[in-house]
């Protein structure tokens, strides 16, 4: 036999997942070339010398659900040998809580990855398990190759004493929302190993299980709010092993290291590719970011019998960007404040009446938004019509989500519902809004809403469900978290399968339903609690005795009804907020408050409705003093985006809490977020306002 020959079979040695990948970025015949001449369907003597001197091993596997794993096997030198090149033993125990000890039955695929660190060497390999029994594996090898020696940070290694008995008990952590331990040691890391697998590998060599390694500066994978891991994919070798199983599959397993203390962390979930980002342009040598969601993770403390001593990274992380470039970018199209043109990407039917629009940005990317806020769009019908509609999901970086309800007389919903197709493209701003979760406080939180309200409640409960598992292992409880809303009936009722996912996520939450009119067939699934409105009597059968903070989201009348409510049980102002688009005007009962100390009370006359009122800075804007003084001032986003509350100035100067985005003419300001400026004469203008 030719030990050196490589891949002579009639099939590809890529399957289509990873052809497909292939096609989509133009390397397709390169990699086939490639791939016929460096994978073979055995072990070339070469490999087989260097596998029997790793102190440990890299394995992917699939658990019973199909999810896959990546774990490691260590024991003394010698534990892995090759008896012929078409076999691997592994003569070593699976660590303590590995998945590994599970998954590894015999005709399970597996995927293996050598790695030498301080030599910067490595090898692939993919088979199947042939026998198993308590501390030794046997693997007939399906594809063996080697990988280029990039993005290895070099370490030396040192075996432990508990290398001989790699299965004593430590202790796990384990759950299905990320920790702050091991969120920390995620936003740490400068390598990770990743575990993919597609089909069954004895319907082809192409096909089973598959483990790689991914390396960066540290903190090259990002973190987001809800918990989801991201970190971009740098140049290879084309074979695109790893996106090719992602792409068929959406899973894939990650393990990381602390070479430090020996702890593991394991986790697998949903996988998927984000190919197309300015935030790509802005992390310098990334040519996509891949997005993992865990579902499931198990932490095990000093599981590793090895340490690992630093000795120096990569060379070509030098020309790798970092987070901080993404963030920096990000900041500049804050700053700027334009329009970006955003694609439809996803259409989903969520009720009778409310139509949720996935939208990605084509030129910017997804700016962070905090739970709440809401995006303006400029929608491509009579010339350009703008709204602001409220993002109804948390930050995930893929998409912003807007669920919009169907107005009878609405130009824009009807162009939403009626005529709006994936792959329209229009303009919008960067995310805005000041109705958004306080994350500074530990209260427990009321989410109350009404028909298309629920939409920024949504995002806050993911936010909100996203944090509770972390708090509940750093505080000893989670945040009670009540979601309180009411709609006409089933026909009307959006999200139910999506809050009931959150509930099933987050045992601190509680859902609770009501329907104003039932229809005959809601009284048979019953997907509510109860008959009639949202109101205080409602508020008083559910919530237990506690101090809560309320957000409201309706029309006017539920908002300003549950307001009053809640004033005359003398819940503080401050721990009632509510969004305030369009006519949903609330009018707030607030005591009334001293100036701050030495601060000069300033004049402002509201010359339509011959009111002078005197302005402190605890008076807040323009609009909230004329509120306080009885006078009806349009408004809308309170933000200053909209434009709606633009208002002539006669005389006078204003600064602006943060600088507006909207247009505004010649002598108009934008009392939503205006406040009187500070004079530096002893006789000051008076600020006059047409209002």
Same mark, same amino acid.
């Given at each position: 036999?030719?030990?050196?020959?490589?891949?002579?079979?009639?099939?590809?040695?890529?399957? +289509?997942?990873?052809?497909?990948?292939?096609?989509?970025?133009?390397?397709?015949?390169?990699?086939?070339?490639?791939?016929?001449?460096?994978?073979?369907?055995?072990?070339?003597?070469?490999?087989?010398?260097?596998?029997?001197?790793?102190?440990?091993?890299?394995?992917?596997?699939?658990?019973?659900?199909?999810?896959?794993?990546?774990?490691?096997?260590?024991?003394?030198?010698?534990?892995?040998?090759?008896?012929?090149?078409?076999?691997?033993?592994?003569?070593?125990?699976?660590?303590?809580? &590995?998945?590994?000890?599970?998954?590894?039955?015999?005709?399970?695929?597996?995927?293996?990855?050598?790695?030498?660190?301080?030599?910067?060497?490595?090898?692939?390999?993919?088979?199947?398990?042939?026998?198993?029994?308590?501390?030794?594996?046997?693997?007939?090898?399906?594809?063996?190759?080697?990988?280029?020696?990039?993005?290895?940070? &070099?370490?030396?290694?040192?075996?432990?004493?508990?290398?001989?008995?790699?299965?004593?008990?430590?202790?796990?952590?384990?759950?299905?929302?990320?920790?702050?331990?091991?969120?920390?040691?995620?936003?740490?890391?400068?390598?990770?190993?990743?575990?993919?697998?597609?089909?069954?590998?004895?319907?082809?060599?192409?096909?089973?299980?598959?483990?790689?390694?991914?390396?960066?500066?540290?903190?090259?994978?990002?973190?987001?709010?809800?918990?989801?891991?991201?970190?971009?994919?740098? /140049?290879?070798?084309?074979? %695109?092993?790893?996106?090719?199983?992602?792409?068929?599959?959406?899973?894939?397993?990650?393990?990381?290291?602390?070479?430090?203390?020996? #702890?593991?962390?394991?986790?697998?979930?949903?996988? /998927?590719?984000?190919?197309?980002?300015?935030?790509?342009?802005?992390?310098?040598?990334?040519?996509?970011?891949?997005?993992?969601?865990?579902?499931?993770?198990?932490?095990?403390?000093?599981?590793?019998?090895?340490?690992?001593?630093?000795?120096?990274?990569?060379?070509?992380?030098?020309?790798?960007?970092?987070?901080?470039?993404?963030?920096?970018?990000?900041?500049?199209?804050? &700053?700027?404040?334009?329009?970006?043109?955003?694609?439809?990407?996803?259409?989903?039917?969520?009720?009778?009446?409310?139509?949720?629009?996935?939208?990605?940005?084509?030129?910017?990317?997804?700016?962070?938004?905090?739970?709440?806020?809401?995006?303006?769009?400029?929608?491509?019908?009579?010339?350009?019509?703008?709204?602001?509609?409220?993002?109804?999901?948390?930050?995930?970086?893929?998409?912003?989500?807007?669920?919009?309800?169907?107005?009878?007389?609405?130009?824009?919903?009807?162009?939403?519902?009626?005529?709006?197709?994936?792959?329209?493209? %229009?303009?919008?701003?960067?995310?805005?809004?000041? %109705?958004?979760?306080?994350?500074?406080?530990?209260?427990?939180?009321?989410?109350?809403?009404?028909?298309?309200?629920?939409?920024?409640?949504?995002?806050?409960?993911?936010?909100?469900?996203?944090?509770?598992?972390?708090?509940? +292992?750093?505080?000893?409880?989670? +945040?009670?978290?009540?979601?309180?809303?009411?709609?006409?009936?089933?026909?009307?009722?959006?999200?139910?399968?999506?809050?009931?996912?959150?509930? @099933? +996520?987050?045992?601190?939450?509680?859902?609770?339903?009501?329907?104003?009119?039932? @229809?005959?067939?809601?009284?048979?699934?019953?997907?509510?609690?109860?008959?009639?409105?949202?109101?205080?009597?409602?508020?008083?059968?559910?919530?237990?005795?506690?101090?809560?903070?309320?957000?409201?989201?309706?029309?006017?009348?539920?908002?300003?009804?549950?307001?009053?409510?809640?004033?005359?049980?003398?819940?503080? #102002?401050?721990?009632?907020?509510?969004?305030?688009?369009?006519?949903?005007?609330?009018? @707030?009962?607030?005591?009334?408050?001293?100036?701050?100390?030495?601060?000069?009370?300033? &004049?402002?006359?509201?010359?339509?409705?011959?009111?002078?009122?005197?302005?402190?800075?605890?008076?807040? /804007?323009?609009?909230?003093?004329?509120?306080?003084?009885?006078?009806?001032?349009?408004?809308?986003?309170?933000?200053?985006?909209?434009?709606?509350?633009?208002?002539?100035?006669?005389?006078?100067?204003?600064?602006?809490?943060?600088?507006?985005?909207?247009?505004?003419?010649?002598?108009?300001?934008?009392?939503?977020?205006?406040?009187?400026?500070?004079?530096?004469?002893?006789?000051?203008?008076?600020?006059?306002?047409?209002?």
């Amino acid at each position: 036999m030719n030990k050196t020959r490589g891949w002579t079979r009639d099939t590809s040695p890529f399957h +289509r997942g990873e052809t497909a990948v292939q096609e989509r970025l133009g390397v397709r015949e390169g990699a086939e070339r490639l791939g016929r001449r460096v994978i073979r369907d055995f072990f070339p003597e070469q490999h087989r010398d260097f596998y029997s001197q790793l102190p440990f091993l890299i394995v992917g596997t699939l658990d019973e659900q199909g999810s896959p794993w990546a774990s490691l096997i260590a024991g003394p030198e010698g534990f892995i040998s090759s008896p012929d090149p078409q076999h691997l033993n592994i003569d070593s125990a699976p660590l303590y809580g &590995s998945p590994l000890a599970h998954q590894a039955i015999k005709g399970a695929a597996i995927g293996m990855l050598g790695i030498l660190p301080e030599e910067r060497r490595r090898n692939r390999a993919a088979g199947q398990i042939v026998r198993r029994s308590a501390d030794r594996l046997e693997i007939a090898i399906d594809q063996a190759f080697g990988n280029c020696p990039q993005y290895i940070q &070099s370490r030396e290694i040192e075996a432990l004493p508990g290398l001989a008995s790699p299965a004593e008990p430590r202790q796990i952590d384990q759950g299905e929302n990320l920790d702050e331990a091991a969120r920390q040691l995620i936003r740490e890391a400068d390598t990770l190993f990743i575990a993919t697998a597609y089909g069954d590998r004895q319907d082809g060599p192409q096909l089973g299980a598959d483990v790689s390694h991914r390396g960066g500066r540290p903190g090259f994978v990002r973190v987001d709010d809800n918990g989801a891991l991201i970190f971009p994919d740098f /140049t290879g070798n084309n074979h %695109f092993n790893t996106l090719g199983n992602i792409e068929l599959t959406g899973r894939a397993g990650l393990m990381f290291i602390d070479f430090d203390s020996g #702890d593991l962390l394991y986790l697998t979930g949903r996988a /998927t590719i984000i190919w197309e980002s300015e935030d790509i342009e802005a992390f310098a040598g990334a040519q996509r970011f891949v997005r993992i969601e865990p579902t499931q993770w198990r932490r095990v403390s000093k599981s590793l019998p090895l340490r690992f001593h630093f000795d120096s990274y990569a060379p070509l992380l030098e020309q790798l960007g970092s987070w901080e470039d993404v963030d920096k970018r990000r900041e500049e199209l804050k &700053s700027e404040g334009a329009w970006q043109t955003v694609e439809v990407s996803r259409l989903e039917q969520e009720s009778a009446d409310i139509r949720s629009v996935y939208l990605r940005p084509l030129d910017g990317p997804v700016i962070s938004h905090e739970p709440g806020q809401f995006l303006p769009v400029r929608l491509p019908i009579n010339e350009g019509v703008e709204r602001v509609y409220s993002l109804s999901s948390a930050h995930d970086g893929r998409w912003y989500r807007l669920s919009i309800k169907r107005d009878a007389d609405g130009v824009a919903s009807a162009y939403i519902h009626d005529e709006l197709k994936v792959g329209d493209r %229009f303009k919008a701003r960067i995310p805005a809004g000041q %109705f958004v979760l306080d994350r500074k406080s530990a209260r427990p939180v009321v989410l109350l809403s009404a028909g298309v309200g629920i939409t920024p409640m949504l995002a806050m409960a993911q936010a909100l469900s996203a944090e509770a598992t972390s708090n509940e +292992r750093i505080n000893g409880n989670g +945040r009670p978290l009540y979601f309180i809303h009411g709609t006409s009936n089933g026909a009307t009722h959006a999200f139910g399968e999506e809050l009931a996912e959150l509930r @099933r +996520r987050n045992k601190n939450l509680r859902v609770h339903t009501a329907y104003s009119r039932p @229809r005959i067939e809601d009284r048979v699934g019953r997907d509510f609690n109860a008959v009639g409105r949202v109101n205080i009597d409602l508020l008083r059968s559910v919530l237990p005795f506690d101090d809560f903070d309320f957000y409201l989201c309706g029309p006017g009348e539920f908002m300003q009804s549950l307001y009053t409510d809640l004033r005359n049980a003398q819940v503080p #102002d401050e721990r009632i907020r509510f969004e305030a688009f369009g006519p949903s005007t609330v009018k @707030r009962s607030m005591p009334k408050t001293e100036p701050e100390e030495n601060a000069q009370p300033l &004049s402002v006359e509201f010359a339509q409705s011959g009111i002078v009122a005197q302005w402190t800075p605890a008076s807040g /804007t323009l609009l909230e003093l004329a509120e306080a003084n009885g006078i009806d001032a349009a408004y809308s986003c309170r933000s200053g985006v909209c434009g709606a509350c633009a208002t002539k100035l006669d005389t006078g100067n204003v600064d602006y809490v943060e600088q507006p985005a909207a247009e505004l003419a010649s002598g108009e300001v934008l009392i939503c977020s205006a406040r009187p400026r500070t004079p530096n004469s002893q006789e000051p203008e008076p600020l006059v306002l047409q209002l």
